[in-house]
């Protein structure tokens, strides 16, 4: 028998396909019924129970047909050519029993088996029509029943494999679409992981290098003490700014999440002047042509800078830092440049920051490379983002 095509199309069958068998075995043995029940012509033999009975045995083994379909077949057939010769019985108008097990054979067994029952089923019709009346009409009538029974098996099984195909592709999309959302989900994470990161190390660090500062300036000279606690207060006003709008993205309750656009290539120069005011010198250079960048490259081009000027303060110790950002026809190259200590505090391929910058280089179709600066000294971030893919045969 071929293995299980997968789920039947209708749940009775796949809940009990024994009651199935059962009702059509009651079925057919109703239909077998009518010539014993019916008025029969005048001259004909009475019937009798003996007739009835052996007819109902060659009706009962449907039962098992999905089991064993050939034996089945086999039985029906032995016990209607043991009918037809041994008593006297009204006749019926089609082989009902003989034609469903044959159904159930093309329905369910392998083709080697199919064939080998329907050469034999062809020898035991030939047979029997020579036995009844001999005619090519009853032995064609005969055949054609067997192969319209046998045709409906197979069209049956090709419906359930196609059944069972689309079920399963079906199930193979569906798990296909969760395990998509569930990387978009992770995506996500990491990406609102690193906005988070870069907004709050960055803002985190200045305001400490700030606050340690301060002291010190208030002793020697009050006005950068001033200058320096209105940096701290200008970068927590905008590291709160820019987590309240990141954080209203992720709430769908309470209204409208705010529609301020992200810092891009334009906010560099505060930036850069809010780093300057309690940290190193920094000279920013931009070559090319700046045309209008792509929103999401414009706001990793800032994040990278951003990120690489924490490192800065964090870590470096440097005096100076060179900024440098070109437009180029299809990518845009920048690179943060210091003269502090080097990458043995912060080591080129440690901390998030790092990951983080990579990680935004890679999105927009670029990379990163993060080491040491010219001539082995200080520490060097450059990182090269696509601003127009290439198109195909240019």
């Known amino acids: 028998m071929i293995p299980p095509l997968g789920r039947p199309v209708r749940p009775l069958r796949a809940a009990r396909p024994r009651l199935v068998d059962v009702g059509l075995t009651v079925l057919v043995q109703l239909a077998v019924t009518m010539p014993f029940v019916l008025p029969r012509e005048p001259g004909l033999p009475p019937v009798t129970w003996a007739s009835y009975a052996v007819t109902t045995l060659g009706v009962v083994p449907l039962v098992w047909r999905r089991r064993r379909p050939v034996l089945v077949l086999a039985a029906i057939l032995l016990i209607g050519g043991v009918y037809r010769v041994a008593m006297d019985g009204p006749g019926q108008p089609l082989p009902y029993a003989g034609l469903m097990a044959f159904y159930t054979v093309a329905l369910q067994c392998p083709g080697r088996v199919r064939a080998a029952v329907a050469a034999g089923s062809v020898a035991v019709v030939a047979a029997s029509a020579g036995l009844r009346t001999g005619t090519a009409r009853e032995l064609s009538f005969t055949l054609f029943c067997a192969g319209a029974a046998y045709a409906l098996g197979r069209l049956q099984y090709t419906r359930q494999a196609y059944t069972a195909a689309v079920e399963d592709r079906a199930a193979q999309l569906e798990r296909a679409n969760r395990i998509e959302a569930e990387q978009a989900v992770a995506r996500e994470r990491a990406r609102i992981a690193r906005e988070m990161h870069d907004i709050l190390s960055h803002a985190v660090s200045l305001m400490i290098v700030q606050a340690e500062a301060g002291p010190v300036a208030v002793r020697r000279a009050p006005e950068r003490a001033e200058a320096a606690f209105e940096a701290i207060s200008e970068t927590g006003r905008e590291a709160m700014a820019q987590l309240r709008t990141m954080l ?105 920051g790092l990951i983080g910058i990579r990680e935004r280089a890679a999105a927009h179709g670029g990379a990163a490379v993060c080491g040491p600066g010219p001539d082995g000294a200080g520490f060097s971030v450059r990182a090269v983002l696509v601003t127009s893919p290439l198109e195909v045969g240019s």
């Open 248 to 352: 209203g993205l992720l709430r769908e309750t309470d209204g409208p999440a705010p529609r301020e656009p992200q810092p891009g290539v334009a906010a560099l120069p505060a930036l850069l002047d809010r780093v300057r005011r309690g940290g190193p010198e920094i000279v920013f250079e931009e070559t090319g042509e700046a045309g209008g960048l792509p929103a999401a490259v414009d706001t990793a081009v800032y994040r990278i800078v951003q990120e690489a000027l924490t490192n800065v303060v964090k870590h470096a110790r440097a005096e100076r830092v060179q900024v440098r950002l070109h437009h180029g026809a299809r990518e845009v190259a920048v690179t943060v440049t210091d003269d502090g200590r080097g990458p043995a505090v912060g080591g080129a391929g440690g901390g998030h």
